[in-house]
């Protein structure tokens, strides 16, 4: 099982998704910004890093919104999700195709990698 975490970064009533590059797996599919904690990592240290390293911006991290298993055919994930705000910098699409800022209720017009799938449900549903 493979250790990821993943940030829910929120302006207002938006909150950032990043869609993943073409050359790698679940390609063009959108998701939390994040990645693999690497041995020695706490998960905050590592999705500091992983932000820093995706989108050069320095995150606060918050506390924990949910965590998720997800198995796909080629691997299973742990999946946490941190809530977490941008203390530095404006992102910028180092490894991403592409960058938004939606609201919940856009969710519905995004193809999400499918270890995202309930988080958005629970995403939907506490904004009702």
């Not at 970064?9 to 063009?28: E, V």
């Not at 020695?40 to 949910?66: P, Y």
């Not at 198995?71 to 809530?83: G, H, I, K, R, S």
Request: glycine share 4%; proline share 4%.
């Amino acid at each position: 099982m493979v250790e990821v975490v993943a940030a829910l970064i929120w302006d207002d009533d938006k909150f950032m998704i990043c869609q993943r590059p073409a050359n790698k797996a679940r390609a063009l599919l959108w998701e939390f910004v994040g990645g693999k904690v690497e041995q020695g990592e706490t998960k905050e240290q590592a999705l500091v890093r992983e932000c820093k390293e995706e989108l050069n911006i320095l995150l606060s991290v918050g506390d924990v919104f949910m965590d998720v298993i997800h198995e796909y055919p080629d691997l299973t994930v742990y999946l946490t999700l941190f809530n977490a705000t941008i203390a530095e910098g404006e992102p910028q699409k180092l490894e991403h195709n592409d960058i938004q800022w939606i609201t919940p209720s856009e969710i519905t017009n995004y193809d999400f990698c499918p270890a995202d799938e309930e988080i958005l449900t629970k995403l939907i549903e506490s904004r009702k």
